[in-house]
């Protein structure tokens, strides 16, 4: 199992910034390590992720350019740095890991953090 902590979340007005972080106690090797959302009656969707390896990021079309993920592999750890935000952007964020294991590639999910945006 892989254990997770996020934190981060919290109310912010439009226009603010918020980062979040994630850190995961995992066995195995990490391939890629990211963020979804989903809103109130909406599905997951995705948001960012970084490949461990390299450093490949990559994004939805409705964040890039206002959000920013980055890592410290010596913490298993993947942050979001969320600028510009908008109302549209508040939903519960959830960290998500994909893991190398015996049988393949594995996604393991947190918790979740909230982050609502509003005046």
């Known amino acids: 199992q892989v254990q997770f902590v996020e934190s981060g979340g919290d109310l912010v007005q439009p226009g603010g910034s918020l980062r979040l972080s994630c850190t995961c106690a995992?066995?195995?090797?990490?391939?890629?390590m990211g963020w979804y959302r989903q809103a109130p009656g909406k599905e997951r969707e995705f948001v960012a992720e970084?490949?461990?390896?390299?450093?490949?990021?990559a994004y939805a079309d409705s964040v890039k350019g206002r959000f920013s993920a980055s890592k410290d592999n010596a913490k298993n750890a993947v942050y979001l740095q969320m600028t510009e935000l908008k109302p549209e952007d508040t939903a519960v964020y959830f960290c998500?890991?994909?893991?190398?294991?015996?049988?393949?590639?594995?996604?393991?999910w947190g918790q979740g953090t909230q982050v609502t945006v509003s005046s």
């Open positions: 998500t890991v994909r893991i190398n294991t015996a049988s393949g590639l594995r996604r393991y």
């Open positions: 995992a066995s195995g090797s990490i391939y890629v």
């Open positions: 970084i490949r461990w390896s390299g450093g490949m990021t």
